[in-house]
């Protein structure tokens, strides 16, 4: 069974960084690629980033742009989010998510794995 492992959220002061992590216990062939999503008490799931486990097809959130980063780790079959110049409207819990090839890679529909939320919170 497949499963994704977060690690690395917590409290900042606005402007500070955080890394987030997020190891895939097995990567199946099925599991294309990989997004970052963040969701506030307001319950809708925001697209943050994406990536293919190649590298490539990366994508970002309107409001993350310019401030975070999203790559892989083939090797340790694990998924970052370097997340700088942090502002009190990036808190949030943050999933990382893994889904199979094919488009519409800003829904959380498409995606097939979750991993468990870490919290982000970032203080003014």
């Known amino acids: 069974q497949v499963q994704l492992l977060q690690s690395g959220g917590g409290l900042v002061q606005v402007g500070e960084s955080l890394r987030l992590s997020c190891v895939v216990s097995?990567?199946?062939?099925?599991?294309?690629?990989m997004g970052w999503f963040r969701q506030t008490t307001k319950h809708v799931r925001e697209f943050v980033a994406h990536?293919?486990?190649?590298?490539?097809?990366?994508n970002y959130g309107d409001a993350v742009k310019g401030r975070f980063t999203v790559s892989v780790d083939n090797a340790k079959n694990t998924v970052y989010l370097q997340m700088n110049t942090l502002k009190s409207e990036d808190t949030a819990v943050y999933y990382c998510?893994?889904?199979?090839?094919?488009?519409?890679?800003?829904?959380?529909?498409?995606?097939?794995?979750w991993g468990q939320g870490t919290q982000v919170t970032v203080s003014s």
């Open positions: 998510a893994g889904r199979g090839w094919g488009p519409d890679q800003m829904s959380p529909a498409v995606y097939d794995y």
């Open positions: 990536i293919a486990w190649s590298g490539d097809q990366t």
């Open positions: 097995e990567r199946p062939s099925r599991i294309y690629a």
